[in-house]
């Protein structure tokens, strides 16, 4: 039986370069540095969305345990970290292609001042971690009421006057 197969003329650079950024990433942290002051290999994606009351935060983390997830905020500073464990069920042979990424991860954003820090939750939900950061009562916009017309009268005022 014969099989048919696409011709794709630049899968073949994909692939190379699929190789090298594996081979950097592989030299750069085998540099003798300190993991934890380098960049992470596996950054989960992450979407961040305000609105009028809460600042939101949407992590992908598939795969990931929630007791593997700790999510600290100190100092208008939210650091999310996390580790995705490689399954032990499979023996490594059997493998043919592994493209999913597995390791720890940090990400750390900078929360603006409006943020109330006593009030961050956060919600872990079909590998989606949600943090809400709601903001503070003072940064919430006002709504400000303009009246128009006669509810608004300019009263002048008279000079007395002299008596002779």
Not at 47 to 58: A, I
Not at 120 to 129: M, T
Request: glycine fraction near 4%; aromatic fraction near 8%.
């Amino acid at each position: 039986m014969t099989v048919l197969t696409r011709w794709e003329p630049f899968r073949e650079f994909s692939t190379l370069q699929d190789r090298m950024n594996r081979l950097f990433r592989e030299s750069y942290n085998e540099g003798g540095r300190d993991e934890s002051l380098t960049a992470s290999s596996f950054a989960p994606a992450v979407d961040v969305y305000e609105d009028e009351h809460n600042v939101t935060l949407k992590i992908e983390a598939p795969g990931i345990n929630e007791k593997d997830l700790d999510i600290q905020l100190e100092n208008n500073t939210l650091t999310v970290r996390g580790e995705r464990k490689i399954e032990k069920d499979e023996k490594e042979e059997n493998y043919r292609r592994v493209e999913r990424q597995y390791g720890s991860f940090t990400r750390t954003f900078t929360l603006p001042p409006t943020v109330e820090g006593e009030k961050v939750s956060a919600n872990y939900d079909k590998g989606v971690l949600k943090i809400t950061l709601p903001k503070k009562a003072e940064a919430k916009p006002k709504q400000i009421k303009v009246n128009i017309g006669s509810d608004n009268k300019i009263v002048e005022a008279k000079a007395p006057s002299k008596a002779a």
